[in-house]
């Protein structure tokens, strides 16, 4: 894409429906579609499942199945997408990548309560777990995206400050992760916390490796990618119509919706390749078999017109 251009990291699938009740009884044929549909959208990355344990997430038991479905679906094909999959140790990525994943994520966090109650560890025992994947991963080719959880504040701890979210995104950027994605997991940031945030991590990771990762709890996720896009970030994770929130972090909404990104961009000028009428008949799709609302403004302004 062209250096102005913007990427939109789909995580519907992941992300969304990972903590959606009606999730874990969607047929892996149905989360196969989203991912098709999804691509057929524009969209050139997406984050499909997650390689974690089924007692904890079950909506992403079927994460072996749906990889390989997908790699399946575009093996030979030019121009596919890249489809990432979270892998929070070595036993996930040897069961991703014998699945035919080929981009992976770890995900750390900024808060030490977090990191207990989502991966059952501390952020140090977190950074060990992930050593040993990052090598392998580099021994075989594979990327690895890194997540920093509550950036701008725990659901837990409260208040998270600028430099410890610098130390664990230095870390994981250090250990070799292509790409540090900075995770507002409860939603609780606004325009000048998270650009306090991003002057810390900036010191340590080159902005042009960082992606802003927003959830939209109190309304604010589209301001915040405005204010880190003049900052000068140029990749977002977002999820179509909205989906989803985090099973580890009480009262958390979903990511900010996509659509309201391609049209916030549009407004910019600024180039997503994502087709938003597309984008916005398969938000009301997947959120119809899910049994909710779809939560994107701009989806919502478009199908009334
Ligand atoms: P643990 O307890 O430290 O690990 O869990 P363990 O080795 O003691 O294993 C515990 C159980 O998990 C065992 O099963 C293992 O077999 C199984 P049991 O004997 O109890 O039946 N297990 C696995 N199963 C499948 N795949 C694996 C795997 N590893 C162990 N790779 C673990 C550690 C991370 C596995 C666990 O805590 C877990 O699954 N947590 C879920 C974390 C999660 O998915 N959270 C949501 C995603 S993160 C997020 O949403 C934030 C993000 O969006 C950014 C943001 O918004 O901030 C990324
Ligand atoms: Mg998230």
């Known amino acids: 894409p062209a250096s102005d251009a913007v990427t939109l990291i789909e995580m519907g699938p992941r992300d969304g429906l990972q903590n959606e009740?009606?999730?874990?009884?969607?047929?892996?044929?149905?989360?196969?579609?989203?991912?098709?549909?999804?691509?057929?959208?524009?969209?050139?990355?997406?984050?499909?499942?997650?390689?974690?344990?089924?007692?904890?997430?079950?909506?992403?038991?079927?994460?072996?199945?749906?990889?390989?479905?997908?790699?399946?679906?575009?093996?030979?094909?030019?121009?596919?997408?890249?489809?990432?999959?979270?892998?929070?140790?070595?036993?996930?990525?040897?069961?991703?990548v014998a699945a035919g994943?080929?981009?992976?994520?770890?995900?750390?966090?900024?808060?030490?309560?977090?990191?207990?109650?989502?991966?059952?560890?501390?952020?140090?025992?977190?950074m060990a777990r992930f050593a040993p994947v990052l090598e392998r991963a580099a021994a075989q080719g594979v990327d690895v995206r890194g997540y920093v959880s509550c950036v701008a504040g725990c659901p837990y701890d409260g208040a998270v400050a600028p430099a410890q979210v610098a130390a664990v995104a230095r870390d994981l950027h250090q250990m070799g992760c292509c790409e540090v994605s900075l995770g507002d997991t409860i939603g609780v940031g606004t325009?000048?916390?998270?650009?306090?945030?991003?002057?810390a991590v900036a010191r340590e990771v080159p902005p042009a490796l960082l992606a802003g990762h927003y959830h939209d709890t109190w309304g604010m996720a589209v301001a915040n990618v405005y204010a880190s896009w003049q900052f000068g970030l140029r990749r977002f994770d977002s999820a179509v119509a909205g989906l989803g929130g985090?099973?580890?972090?009480?009262?958390?909404?979903?990511?900010?919706?996509?659509?309201?990104?391609?049209?916030?961009?549009?407004?910019?000028?600024v180039e997503t390749g994502v087709d938003l009428a597309?984008?916005?008949?398969?938000?009301?799709?997947?959120?119809?078999?899910?049994?909710?609302?779809?939560?994107?403004?701009?989806?919502?302004?478009?199908?009334?017109?």
């Not at 093996?75 to 069961?95: D, I, K, Q």
């Not at 994943?101 to 977190?126: G, L």
């Not at 984008?279 to 017109?305: E, F, K, N």
């Open 21 to 96: 009740p009606a999730a874990a009884q969607l047929p892996t044929a149905t989360k196969l579609e989203l991912v098709q549909r999804l691509a057929t959208c524009g969209l050139t990355e997406i984050e499909t499942t997650a390689f974690v344990s089924p007692q904890w997430v079950p909506a992403m038991a079927d994460h072996a199945g749906l990889t390989r479905a997908v790699s399946a679906a575009w093996a030979g094909r030019p121009g596919a997408p890249r489809f990432w999959v979270l892998t929070p140790n070595l036993r996930g990525f040897e069961a991703a």
């Open 101 to 126: 994943a080929r981009h992976v994520a770890v995900f750390a966090a900024a808060s030490e309560s977090f990191s207990q109650r989502n991966i059952n560890c501390s952020i140090a025992e977190s």
């Open 191 to 199: 325009p000048r916390s998270i650009l306090a945030m991003l002057d």
């Open 246 to 269: 985090c099973p580890y972090a009480k009262g958390a909404s979903g990511n900010v919706a996509t659509e309201d990104l391609v049209w916030l961009f549009q407004g910019l000028g």
């Open 278 to 305: 597309r984008l916005a008949d398969t938000g009301a799709w997947i959120s119809h078999q899910i049994g909710r609302a779809p939560a994107s403004r701009a989806a919502q302004a478009l199908r009334g017109q």
